[in-house]
């Protein structure tokens, strides 16, 4: 049998498909698209789920993929076992009402027999119990012998999510041989040992399953295979699991250089050797489609595996941030398959570089805070950590909890491992709550559901803004209908239309569709599956119906702010790589007419000359007067020109590229000016953080920049008439009246402390003697809780010994104070427990220390009231 290389067995596959009239399509992004019910793609046929469903049209009815996926469900396991892994490629052949079980069978008998040469008496195949159909195919056509077709059931051959498509499948299965097997007499195909291992899922999407759980048969079945490309290479290399085909191999062999240790000589280390090798190949993809970490949603998946992956380097004793160099390996060995990993290096080992540094960061600080939860145990007594602060450690500071266990144990303590996974569960629990509720497609159920997949709608708005069409389709909230009445809202679907829908950060057009009959205005354009355009809005005059002739007029105004803010997003991408590095990138905008929005990767605050330079640089590009060309190329003839494409897109095989005389080269769907110095001028108003390692930019071009600089002039103008004061000399005139002002309180200051100290002599006239001990309780005018606590103080050294309680108000606030001396506190006075009682009185609460409390409250009425009380309190705490 021969020994192919894992990135030979993927072309292999494709090219074998590509032969048989599939169209091979690059492997989608990690993020799913329209689909809520997912963080990740997780499978071969989750991306296409809408030809499936014949929500979209697909390009080809035979399609062959590789797609990259990620599953996090047995994470746990991930290091412990040679099986488990969060990262693998799937390879699969689908039909979309095209080809059956018959050529499904027939071909992937082919590809395993007489492309890899696998020999014939090793491979079994299971069915459904029910499929007589699968079982006279793999007899009669394929000539297996029965006694290799062995039927499960449901739970084994019989795919199905919840409603929706589903079907029986067949799985082709190797035997790797007895020293594989669990030594059972009985082992046989579906044994979970590894013997008899299943590496290639054929499902027969025959069946739509109802809310009633009735399985109707579908009109035109679909096929939707799926192959795990590690396993195949894992059987094609003869080697014990996936850490030893040849990509891994070497990921896994650079992970033990770095470490200076053996794989497979400590069982421990073996882990930890794993579970990096597993993690890095999964952060590494994760980033090239534009994921950063965060502490939620797939943000945090990603930040998880990374922080995962930094601890266990640090268990097998390698020192300094490591994964930044590794990831180097994951893209070497895969970039042949996926460029954008190549292309995005220097960005991918940035991000895991501060990432790694804030991880060592928040493990000294979980190091300390496990100090103190430690030292608090032995304090008490106590031999068990709680599961809350466990998982605080876990969730918080990236502590695992195996981590939390060593250290207990090193302390002779034990961890509420009960507790923890409690915590987890309700983790959980908050998580799929947070999900939205969706149907099958993980896509909340809309009148536009209901539209025929063969619908679609042609854009031709970049040369027109006045189209006349005609109207295929009217929606109401709720229904397709065939007339919009005055004052409904609805949805207006034709075959051409001039109006842009929101996508790629740009807002939509604005504007009106007029027919024989009646006028639509438009509020908004959307974008839906399977390049349908709706326009959205209310019928303002008469009806509209179906198949008139429409004429549709974009708000020209609007179009042309808009276009000239989505321009300054690119020269401003530009710039801030320019300024700040390659490591830029975007990571979200949003353009209107009034303003844009640009956020990019970036790790700490820009300084005022950051910003100052890149402002100045787009004004420059603004006079210059660039020339921008838009033009449909290749995606080939696009990358050769250098154009950014966006993070986590999936680009077709033709792409539009807008060209700023060179300077600016971008892949980009949206609306431009034709000339840079059209957008008139720049002006950014704002830079902030939006997420770890992201920034965003607020700025304003042409009109609204202009507006921008008349308010601050009107501004300017009345500060100026207000300090009396010409704009040139503003700032010295505002630095004289602050150096004045901090005078005046200085002065206010002593003036204050003057007549505290004259009001504590006054005071003095009120102390009251409660069995032996000296209280002066009083109320004071204008103070604060500052001032209080001086006079306290002032009053407790001219009493000698005794208990103070001060109040004063402030409209109705009310601040209290409590000192108490030493001899009064040997008598049993305590301010803390005082205070509690008589802030409970002006509606408050506080506490404090026996020699000295404080409080607040919000009924100033009640003063008198709660002095009164201070004397009773006192008297029961004197011994």
Not at 832 to 845: C, D, Y
Request: include cysteine; hydrophobic fraction near 35%.
């Amino acid at each position: 049998m021969k020994k192919y290389g894992l990135n030979e067995l993927r072309k292999m596959y494709l090219e074998f498909f590509e032969s048989k009239n599939h169209l091979k399509m690059n492997s989608f992004p990690l993020v799913p698209k329209n689909d809520k019910s997912l963080l990740l793609i997780n499978a071969g046929m989750t991306p296409l789920k809408p030809y499936f469903t014949g929500q979209e049209v697909p390009p080809s009815k035979r399609v062959t993929t590789c797609q990259k996926c990620i599953r996090t469900g047995d994470i746990e396991n991930v290091g412990k076992t040679q099986r488990h892994g969060t990262f693998f490629e799937m390879l699969g052949n689908f039909s979309f009402g095209d080809y059956f079980k018959e050529e499904a069978i027939e071909w992937a008998w082919e590809f395993v027999t007489k492309v890899l040469e696998l020999p014939e008496d090793k491979l079994y195949v299971s069915i459904y119990l029910e499929d007589d159909e699968a079982e006279k195919i793999w007899h009669e056509k394929i000539g297996l012998p029965k006694d290799r077709i062995i039927r499960l059931g449901k739970e084994d051959n019989f795919w199905e999510h919840g409603t929706g498509p589903c079907g029986p499948c067949s799985e082709i299965h190797y035997d790797r041989g007895v020293e594989h097997g669990c030594g059972s007499p009985d082992c046989k195909v579906g044994c979970d040992c590894d013997r008899f291992m299943e590496f290639w899922n054929l499902v027969f999407t025959q069946f739509e399953k109802t809310e009633e759980g009735q399985y109707v048969p579908l009109d035109f079945p679909n096929i939707d295979t799926g192959m795990g490309l590690e396993r195949l290479a894992l059987l094609m290399q003869e080697v014990d699991s996936i850490f030893d085909i040849d990509t891994i191999q070497a990921l896994l062999q650079k992970v033990c250089d770095m470490a200076n240790v053996k794989y497979k000589e400590d069982p421990q280390n073996d882990i930890s050797i794993r579970l990096i090798t597993d993690h890095i190949r999964s952060v590494s993809f994760m980033i090239s489609d534009g994921i950063l970490p965060s502490n939620e949603g797939r943000g945090y998946v990603l930040r998880r595996l990374l922080r995962r992956a930094a601890r266990h380097g640090k268990l097998l004793g390698i020192e300094g941030k490591f994964l930044a160099k590794l990831c180097e390996t994951v893209i070497e060995v895969s970039k042949e398959a996926y460029p954008e990993l190549e292309e995005k290096k220097d960005y991918i080992t940035k991000i895991i570089t501060v990432e790694e540094d804030r991880f060592n960061e928040t493990i000294d600080q979980g190091l300390g805070i496990l100090k103190t939860y430690i030292d608090e145990l032995e304090k008490e007594g106590n031999k068990k950590l709680s599961g809350e602060k466990a998982f605080k450690l876990y969730d918080t500071y990236g502590f695992p909890i195996d981590l939390t266990k060593e250290i207990l144990e090193e302390s002779n303590l034990l961890v509420d491992e009960d507790g923890f996974n409690e915590e987890m569960d309700k983790q959980k629990t908050r998580a799929r709550e947070a999900r939205a509720e969706s149907n099958y497609m993980g896509a909340e159920e809309t009148v536009y559901n209901k539209l025929d997949a063969s619908l679609e709608s042609k854009f031709v708005g970049y040369d027109n803004i006045k189209y006349s069409s005609m109207v295929k389709v009217l929606t109401d909230e709720k229904e397709i209908i065939n007339v919009l009445k005055e004052g409904t809202k609805g949805t207006i679907f034709v075959e051409e239309t001039p109006f842009y829908a929101t996508s790629g950060g740009q807002m939509a057009d604005i504007g009106y569709i007029t027919t024989e009959t009646g006028k639509f205005e438009v509020e908004d354009v959307v974008k839906l599956m399977g390049n349908k355009i709706g326009h959205v809005g209310v019928v303002v005059e008469g009806t509209i119906e179906v198949n008139q002739e429409a004429k549709l007029i974009v708000d020209e105004i609007n179009r042309r702010a808009t276009a000239k803010n989505h321009s300054a997003t690119h020269l401003l991408q530009k710039a801030l790589r320019n300024v700040l590095g390659n490591h830029v990138e975007q990571a979200g905008s949003h353009v209107t007419h009034d303003k844009l929005r640009f956020d990019f990767t970036h790790f700490q605050p820009l300084t005022d000359d950051e910003i100052r330079r890149v402002e100045e640089e787009v004004n420059l590009k603004i006079m210059e007067g660039l020339n921008i060309v838009t033009k449909e190329m290749s995606i080939e003839e696009a990358k050769k020109l250098g154009a950014m494409a966006l993070f986590g897109e999936k680009y077709g095989s033709t792409v539009r590229v807008v060209n700023m005389d060179d300077y600016s080269v971008e892949l980009c769907g949206g609306t431009h000016i034709s000339n840079t110095s059209e957008a008139g001028t720049f002006k950014i108003v704002s830079e902030t953080g939006v997420a770890a390692g992201v920034r965003r930019i607020e700025a304003l071009t042409s009109n609204n920049a202009i507006n921008y600089y008349k308010n601050l002039e009107s501004l300017i103008k009345d500060f100026s008439k207000l300090l009396k004061a010409e704009p040139s000399m503003l700032i010295k005139k505002t630095e004289q009246l602050m150096e004045d002002n901090k005078k005046v309180k200085q002065e206010n200051e002593k003036l204050k402390a003057k007549l505290s100290k004259g009001a504590a002599d006054d005071l003095l006239s009120n102390v009251v003697d409660i069995d032996g001990v000296k209280l002066l309780a009083a109320n004071i005018e204008d103070q604060d809780m500052n001032g209080l606590r001086n006079l306290g103080d002032s009053l407790k050294q001219k009493l000698g010994e005794g208990v103070i309680v001060l109040t004063t108000s402030k409209g109705s606030k009310v601040n209290l104070v409590v000192m108490a001396t030493d001899e009064a506190i040997k008598k049993g006075a305590h301010a803390g427990n005082l205070i509690r009682e008589v802030a409970g009185v002006v509606g408050g609460g506080g506490g404090g220390r026996p020699n000295m409390a404080q409080a607040g409250g919000k009924n100033p009425e009640k003063i008198e009231e709660a002095l009164e009380k201070a004397k009773d309190v006192l008297k029961t705490q004197i011994k």
